[in-house]
């Protein structure tokens, strides 16, 4: 059965480092989300992806975040200059259609310590 | 704005005995509900959704409106149940889900 693929699972990083998180969603989905969860925390959305641009994106994605669809199988999700509170667990999810009522696939997770 | 509530983040029952994991949720539009599972070391998965009204691994949920609640049932608890339980909301413009707390479940022999 397809699954979504992240990489790595856990990525350790300074302060002020630029991070890319990496995930390969499966193969016939066309939209393409990332969350994540602070420990301890909620999970929470972050963005969505659609035809190359972004759908919907929340508050927490502010100027620092990027995605990007550099190829036909990855989707990645960029943080510029990481701070302490970025530490979390990243999940990506895709699925096939727009509407909610399809199912997100969840990637195992790319657990971000900075340090 | 949309919320979902789980009010307990530990719930510990004996194996056969029925469990109710409890959630709320606050939504001004028709609220789509799921609930999603992570078992141990496993990714998150979906478990049921309220549109296809299904039961899962005996699981079921209903949706109440007039209690604004999606509460998960099982008449009888198994081991391989303990897991992390999220409740979660779509919206019926867009895609993003919001997630609850997450309840952990333990299902004791």
């Known amino acids: 059965e397809p699954e979504v693929t992240q990489t790595p699972s856990h990525q350790v990083t300074q302060m002020g480092q630029e991070v890319i998180l990496r995930c390969v969603p499966i193969s016939n989905h066309l939209y393409f989300y990332w969350y994540r969860q602070i420990l301890g925390q909620k999970v929470e959305f972050l963005v969505s992806f659609y035809n190359n641009e972004i759908s919907e994106k929340s508050e927490i994605f502010d100027d620092q975040f990027s995605v990007e669809r550099p190829d036909g199988s990855n989707f990645t999700l960029k943080i510029r200059s990481t701070k302490l509170e970025d530490s979390a667990m990243y999940f990506c999810a895709s699925s096939r259609d727009w509407s909610s009522y399809n199912e997100q696939f969840f990637g195992p997770g790319t657990r971000l310590t900075v340090l | 704005a949309q919320r979902v509530t789980q009010p307990e983040k530990l719930l510990s029952v004996f194996k056969g005995a029925p469990v109710e994991l409890k959630c709320n949720y606050s939504y001004s539009g028709s609220p789509e509900l799921f609930w999603y599972v992570q078992y141990s070391r496993q990714r998150l998965q979906l478990l049921l959704r309220h549109i296809s009204r299904e039961s899962i691994k005996g699981f079921t949920a209903d949706l109440n409106k007039g209690e604004t609640s999606f509460h998960l049932k099982k008449p009888f608890a198994q081991e391989e149940d303990s897991a992390m339980y999220y409740c979660?909301?779509?919206?019926?413009?867009?895609?993003?889900?919001?997630f609850g707390e997450g309840t952990q479940l333990t299902v004791n022999p």
């Open positions: 979660a909301l779509g919206q019926t413009s867009g895609s993003r889900l919001t």
